[in-house]
């Protein structure tokens, strides 16, 4: 079975700092890749995704993620964040060929303060 | 907005009782994928329904059962409410049960599950 791994529990940073959180997941074959975020009171969101191709993702809210097949990890970028990305945001995986069971990460916690 | 809705949004249950929590899906999508998130977790995933059929269970005990109608929408029954059944339920819909880009999942705003 796969699992996600998502060190950062809780980061802090200010408005205009660069952000990157880590995502890491064991499995032994291909994987399709996701970030969601979930904002205060809202549902979960769809950031990005990654299923084959270019392993740099373009999201909205200028978001990427870079897809590191040596070292299992699909971490989350911003160059400059904003107030309004205060949120939890959360990595997935599902295995490759198999029909959107997702496995999350625990989630991260990121508040940007001005 | 992504277009799923889910109902109620708030339950509160004592242990032992039943509950059936009930999702619509996007336009155009005919699966439907039920999530369990504790508090200060990840969602986890509970089971998958594509046309009216189970399409995958993750590990929750039988108790938890679920139903897809004609027209895509969905239930998630628990029977026998446990505390730790307490949660934010989370149902999501995705284009098709197939493996692909079109498989990508799109959740409703969840139903809070208190069981006292």
């Known amino acids: 079975a796969q699992s996600v791994s998502q060190h950062n529990h809780h980061v802090i940073l200010s408005e205009a700092a660069s952000l990157e959180l880590g995502c890491n997941y064991s499995?032994?074959?291909?994987?399709?890749l996701f970030w969601y975020v979930q904002y205060p009171g809202q549902h979960l969101q769809l950031l990005l995704k990654?299923?084959?191709?270019?392993?740099l993702v373009k999201g909205i809210k200028g978001f990427e993620a870079e897809f590191i097949k040596s070292k299992f990890s699909f971490n989350l970028r911003k160059p400059s964040v904003q107030w309004s990305d205060t949120a939890e945001y959360f990595c997935?995986?599902?295995?490759?060929?198999?029909?959107?069971?997702?496995?999350f990460g625990t989630g991260t916690r990121l508040q940007v303060t001005l | 907005e992504t277009g799923v809705t889910q109902s109620p949004t708030h339950l509160i249950k004592t242990r032992g009782q039943q509950v059936t929590l009930r999702c619509s899906s996007q336009s155009g999508h005919n699966t439907v994928s039920w999530y369990q998130q504790a508090l200060g977790q990840g969602p986890q995933f509970i089971f998958q329904?594509?046309?009216?059929?189970?399409?995958g269970r993750g590990n929750f005990p039988p108790r938890f059962s679920g139903l897809q109608f004609p027209n895509y929408s969905s239930e998630l029954n628990v029977n026998a409410l446990e505390l730790d059944d307490s949660a934010l339920y989370l149902c999501?819909?995705?284009?098709?049960?197939?493996?692909?880009?079109?498989?990508?999942?799109?959740f409703g705003p969840g139903t809070r599950l208190t069981v006292l």
């Open positions: 999501a819909s995705s284009a098709s049960g197939l493996a692909g880009p079109r498989d990508t999942q799109y």
């Open positions: 329904y594509y046309r009216e059929e189970e399409n």
């Open positions: 997935a995986v599902n295995p490759t060929g198999t029909a959107s069971k997702l496995t």
């Open positions: 499995y032994g074959g291909t994987v399709n």
């Open positions: 990654y299923f084959s191709g270019d392993p």
